[in-house]
């Protein structure tokens, strides 16, 4: 497989949303900065949500008009309804990023919506973006199970598929959202959606929740998936989702995908040195396995009476 893959991290809007503490604005803007400057295809910047339903991304004006935008690079952000939308248009946003549960019990629990009533208002936000130039994408969470119910028949997973598309959604993102999949229900979700509606732009979307969420990224990626969100550091999580811990991490995906010898266009270096200002930032160590144990190409000195034993 030689085509390019496309990285979109999320860590200052999925990561930073859950934090105990607040990410001082001025700090939001500079990470962003930086990760802008390491060959990520797509940043999701931050949530043009309530100040009071996600205090940690009240500042998200600023945040937005504060960064530097670097040519080649996508600025998405997440509107959970119409006024949302409106504020988003006015930062000149790229995408915007629309978020409904393929289950009714974690949309009640998430969004205080049911699927149906999540459809019905993501009209109204596709006919206010309508003629602004903005991608419109859809995160369909609990693709691959529910925290609360179980199972997603994935007739229903295509059914809203087929109806976000038919409401004028360009993009689909199909979301593990509490690291419920596994790689073969993965592998025949993706594989189904790509044969089914080609014209679509599909993103992949994993928890590590259980452990599997680089085996799944892999399964996806067999299927034929080339867009992957994840989170630098591996912060994260939805708040209305019990159990669940955070996305996979994005230096840990970039490194498994650059030793298979795939393109990602990311510059892994960089993308660590972003990921090692995390714990400070933040307050608290990080998931990500490349910052502890270093890249596989890391070497390190023999035992001291190896080099005495052959002295």
């Known amino acids: 497989m030689t085509k390019r893959l496309y990285i979109q991290d999320v860590a200052t809007r999925d990561g930073f949303q859950i934090e105990a503490a607040f990410v001082p604005t001025e700090d939001k803007i500079a990470l962003i900065d930086t990760l802008s400057q390491t060959g990520l295809a797509k940043i999701e910047v931050t949530s043009f949500t309530s100040p009071k339903a996600i205090p940690n991304l009240r500042d998200a004006e600023e945040v937005m008009r504060g960064i530097k935008r670097v040519p080649g690079v996508e600025y998405t952000v997440l509107v959970p309804n119409v006024r949302g939308c409106e504020r988003a248009l006015s930062c000149q946003v790229d995408e915007i990023n629309l978020v409904m549960s393929a289950s009714d019990t974690h949309g009640l629990a998430n969004l205080r919506m049911t699927p149906e009533q999540s ?17 419109v994408n859809a995160s369909l969470s609990t693709t691959f199970g529910c925290p609360f119910e179980g199972a997603v028949p994935e007739a229903r997973v295509h059914e809203l598929t087929q109806r976000l598309l038919d409401l004028g959604v360009q993009g689909i993102t199909l979301c ?47 299927a034929g998936i080339d867009r992957f969100d994840a989170s630098l550091g591996g912060l994260g999580g939805c708040p209305y989702a019990p159990g669940a811990s955070g996305n996979i991490c994005t230096e840990d995906l970039v490194h498994m995908f650059q030793r298979m010898g795939l393109d990602t266009g990311v510059d892994l270096d960089a993308l660590m040195a972003a990921a090692a200002t995390l714990p400070e930032l933040i307050g608290h160590d990080v998931p990500s396995a490349i910052l502890k144990a270093g890249t596989s190409e890391r070497r390190y000195p023999k035992p001291k009476w190896m080099n005495e034993a052959s002295a």
């Open 119 to 135: 459809l019905a208002q993501f009209r109204e936000i596709i006919e206010v973006s309508r003629g602004s130039g903005v991608f």
């Open 176 to 222: 593990d959202t509490t690291g419920m999949a596994d790689p073969a229900q993965v592998e025949r979700i993706c594989r189904e959606s790509l044969q089914r509606w080609p014209e679509a732009v599909f993103t992949a979307h994993f928890h590590n929740t259980r452990g599997m969420g680089l085996a799944n990224a892999l399964a996806a990626l067999n």
